[in-house]
């Protein structure tokens, strides 16, 4: 199976899978940005600090059955992407902070280390959450919060037609493979006739998308949440201890604790 067949089966995949816990998207959604927010707030050299916001990622990798080995292979390319962002911070800050073990360690080496880390642990989270309640559950969610529905359905729709988008590259790829056979790739003088042609099939593919979904009865609002429905106790109380957790976590040092405590 192609890389192209591979993504398309892993969107479906997204889709597919639905959470059957009683807690409700929203609060999820509540909780990832709390931790996103509290990650990003950490000092450019508290890499011990941020070391404690990893217990989320932790107990909700461990209780909700997740891959975390599988989730940094699908986002491996972003991660490349944040890695080397945060190691441009080692030709900038040459100070030393401290030395481990007769080693210098600058300021440098410790805010590339505490940026990658902010990335990963945000990146990780947001697919922690698309995994649990798909981009349904994010837009529930979000009308749940009180986004216009307009906003909402476009990113619906976007996230819908991106599978189509991907269907339309490979049937292309596999009719111009067989045009040139032992070719790998698409020779540079053809991209621009192929990306035109990409954007012409896929208008095409767009209005019949559109005409169908006309035919079902739409009329502007992808997603209807009923009016009046109030959150869950369980829901609740999930947003609360998990507040009261990062709240812990950004001002009290654990793991610095834990290594003096091992250490004395």
């Known amino acids: ?88 911070n080692l030709f900038y800050d040459r100070n030393v902070i401290f030395y481990l073990g007769g080693l210098p360690v600058t300021g440098g080496l410790l805010s590339a280390l505490t940026l990658c880390s902010k990335g990963i642990f945000t990146v990780l989270a947001a697919y922690f959450l698309l995994y649990l309640i798909g981009m349904p559950g994010i837009c529930r969610a979000l009308r749940r919060l009180g986004i216009p529905g307009g906003a909402v359905t476009v990113l619906l729709l976007t996230w819908r037609y991106l599978i189509v988008l991907l269907k339309e590259v490979r049937r292309m790829w596999q009719a111009y493979g067989m045009r040139a056979p032992g070719q790998r790739g698409v020779r540079m003088r053809a991209w621009g006739s192929f990306a035109g042609l990409l954007l012409l099939r896929s208008m095409d593919r767009a209005e019949t998308v559109y005409q169908s979904m006309l035919l079902r009865g739409y009329d502007g609002e992808a997603l209807r949440e009923p009016a009046g429905r109030a959150a869950s106790g369980r829901s609740i109380l999930y947003v609360a201890a998990w507040l009261c957790v990062f709240i812990f976590l950004r001002w009290i040092p654990l793991f610095r604790l834990a290594g003096r405590l091992f250490l004395s």
């Open 1 to 88: 199976m192609d890389r192209l067949q591979e993504a398309i089966a892993a969107l479906h995949a997204v889709d597919a899978r639905r959470s059957e816990s009683r807690i409700d998207p929203a609060a999820r959604l509540i909780v990832c940005m709390a931790f996103s927010l509290t990650t990003v707030s950490f000092g450019k050299y508290d890499f011990c600090g941020l070391m404690g916001m990893s217990l989320f990622l932790v107990i909700t990798a461990i209780w909700e059955n997740i891959s975390v080995w599988k989730g940094l292979c699908r986002l491996r390319y972003i991660l490349a992407a944040v890695a080397l962002l945060g190691s441009a």
